[in-house]
């Protein structure tokens, strides 16, 4: 499967922005899906996941109540919400397919990945 991670971009600290991962090549609707995020300097780092029906998702404490992760099972594409975009959340978005169907903040358990997209937020 070949991911597309898209929707990132400058926006100030409060703003939202909505990234979106499509796949594509097969689709990845029997796979969990994550969002991780590499800042400058700093290892990447889980943010979000979702199960493979949408029925379970996991945060991050960082982003608990600002983002929401959901998933278009018809357009095969998972969506990130962020909402209060504070300037720690400055980073490089990544979106990845589980292994498996349920989500997990061990990036070792997602196989592919898509090239990421960039979220510069401003004070």
């Known amino acids: 499967v070949q991911l597309q991670a898209s929707g990132g971009g400058l926006v100030q600290a409060g703003g939202s922005l909505r990234l979106s991962c499509a796949a594509s090549?097969?689709?990845?609707?029997?796979?969990?899906v994550g969002w991780f995020r590499q800042a400058p300097g700093k290892e990447r780092a889980f943010v979000a996941a979702?199960?493979?029906?949408?029925?379970?998702?996991q945060y991050a404490d960082s982003v608990k109540g600002r983002f929401t992760v959901v998933r278009d099972v018809v357009k095969n594409t998972v969506y990130l919400q962020m909402n209060s975009l504070k300037p720690e959340d400055t980073a490089v978005y990544y979106c990845?397919?589980?292994?498996?169907?349920?989500?997990?903040?061990?990036?070792?358990?997602?196989?592919?990945w898509g090239q990421g997209t960039e979220v510069t937020v401003s004070s």
């Open positions: 990845a397919s589980a292994r498996g169907s349920y989500g997990s903040n061990n990036y070792k358990d997602y196989n592919y």
């Open positions: 090549r097969r689709s990845f609707s029997n796979n969990a």
């Open positions: 979702i199960s493979w029906r949408g029925s379970s998702t």
